[in-house]
């Protein structure tokens, strides 16, 4: 299973990206979508989810900067990130936590570079 993420660029500090990462319909309508980012030389975090039913999480760095929304109808999550600072440079990756009665599983997008210039 591929998740197909885009969107990332260079942007200056103050910007705003938003990415979007496309799944499977299959996998999207049985999973909550999150977004992950990994900076140099730190581990992967996971900054943004949204369930199924729509309710989302956002990590504590992040919260009133991003906003994480999915479209259903295309099988889409979104990161819409504004007021970037240069510590949001990284890759993003989506990411799909999928439930069915006979498998759970995550499937990963290939990751897109952030880079937040000063």
């Known amino acids: 299973v591929q998740l197909q993420a885009s969107g990332g660029g260079l942007v200056q500090s103050g910007g705003s990206l938003r990415l979007s990462c496309a799944a499977p319909?299959?996998?999207?309508?049985?999973?909550?979508m999150e977004w992950y980012r990994q900076a140099p030389g730190r581990q992967r975090e996971l900054v943004a989810k949204?369930?199924?039913?729509?309710?989302?999480n956002y990590a504590d760095s992040v919260k009133g900067r991003f906003t994480i929304s999915r479209d259903n109808a295309k099988n889409t999550v979104y990161l819409q990130i504004s007021s970037l600072k240069p510590e949001d440079t990284g890759v993003y990756y989506c990411?799909?936590?999928?439930?069915?009665?006979?498998?759970?599983?995550?499937?990963w997008g290939q990751g897109t570079q952030v880079t937040v210039s000063s």
């Open positions: 319909g299959s996998v999207f309508s049985r999973s909550a």
């Open positions: 949204i369930t199924r039913g729509g309710g989302t």
């Open positions: 990411a799909a936590d999928f439930v069915s009665p006979d498998v759970v599983a995550r499937y």
